[in-house]
């Protein structure tokens, strides 16, 4: 029952048109902007052009010369710490880093620096390593994607301060 009823909601929800408006939780200031990075062929950076098309945010060509918001990606930094070890001393699982910062510039309005970090775990035994050096770029490559969903977050976030400028 449980099931048909799961259904039938997913069904009607679909049939409807309903979908989630996701752009409209940007400022009207940032559904248009540049999109700017000293390394545009980073993991990185290709990770958050993405994102920011995958919320409706239209990335103007950088040849444009309009007076749209820039996103500016800094730096990304990656770390790592050990956290645990073997009896026989050797490295047992560390805690890996990212560290992005960015800077959100609005015209007649200012910039705004942005800066996440995100936090992972990594087991790693070296009897295995050609699978755990797979699994760690797999780890980093899922750091990315959520760090850009949190620049994003903060990209929302300015909508006070974009307020008090009006």
Same mark, same amino acid.
């Given at each position: 029952?449980? &099931?048909?009823?799961?259904?039938l ?10 979908h989630f ?8 200031? !940032? ?13 990185m950076?290709?990770?958050?052009? &993405?994102?920011?098309l !995958?919320?409706? $945010? ?6 444009? &010369?309009?007076?749209a @918001?820039?996103?500016?990606?800094n ?13 026989? @001393? ?24 942005l ?13 295995? @390593? !050609? ?7 797999? $780890?980093? &490559?899922?750091m ?22 009006k």
């Amino acid at each position: 029952m449980f &099931n048909k009823c799961t259904f039938l909601l997913v069904f009607l929800l679909t049939a409807c048109g309903w979908h989630f408006k996701t752009s409209e939780r940007f400022p009207e200031e !940032l559904r248009t902007l540049h999109y700017e990075s000293s390394d545009m062929y980073s993991d990185m950076s290709r990770v958050l052009r &993405n994102e920011l098309l !995958l919320n409706g $945010i239209t990335v103007l060509p950088s040849e444009d &010369n309009s007076s749209a @918001a820039t996103l500016r990606l800094n730096a990304t930094e990656n770390s790592s710490v050990v956290a645990s070890v073997f009896k026989q @001393a050797r490295e047992a699982e560390k805690i890996l880093s990212l560290t992005v910062k960015a800077t959100m510039t609005i015209p007649e309005k200012g910039s705004y620096p942005l800066e996440v970090t995100v936090h992972r775990t990594f087991f790693d035994d070296s009897r295995a @390593a !050609l699978a755990k050096s797979e699994e760690r770029t797999a $780890i980093i &490559n899922q750091m990315y994607e959520q760090a850009s969903r949190q620049l994003l977050v903060k990209m929302i976030g300015l909508q006070k301060e974009l307020a008090k400028h009006k």
